[in-house]
């Protein structure tokens, strides 16, 4: 999986992201209250082992691969609120 990030340290926030099929502009979005970083790891281990709860973005993993996706971050937010309100 690729990464759009603008430093390293955005992934140890928290706040709205978005994961990219890059060859069919297909995305997920998706929120943690924990850190980027921790949910990503979450996202990758179900999707690695084929058991992630979003069938459309696993279906695309078996098909593309892990290389054809990107994970950018779309806002960085403080609250667990702000979070939910933002997704």
């Known amino acids: ?3 759009k990030l ?3 340290k955005e992934l140890e926030l928290k706040g709205v992201y978005k ?3 890059i060859v069919n502009n297909k995305f997920y979005i998706g929120s943690t209250s924990v ?3 921790g949910r990503l790891k979450d996202h990758l281990s179900q999707l690695r082992r084929g058991i992630h709860t979003n069938i459309y973005l696993q279906e695309d993993w078996n098909i593309f691969g892990e290389d054809s996706f990107e994970f950018s971050i779309i806002e960085i937010l403080e609250s667990s609120e ?3 309100n933002c997704e």
Do not use: C, V
């Open 19 to 21: 994961i990219t099929n």
């Open 1 to 3: 999986m690729k990464f």
């Open 82 to 84: 702000e979070i939910l």
């Open 6 to 8: 603008n430093q390293e």
């Open 35 to 37: 850190t980027f970083k």
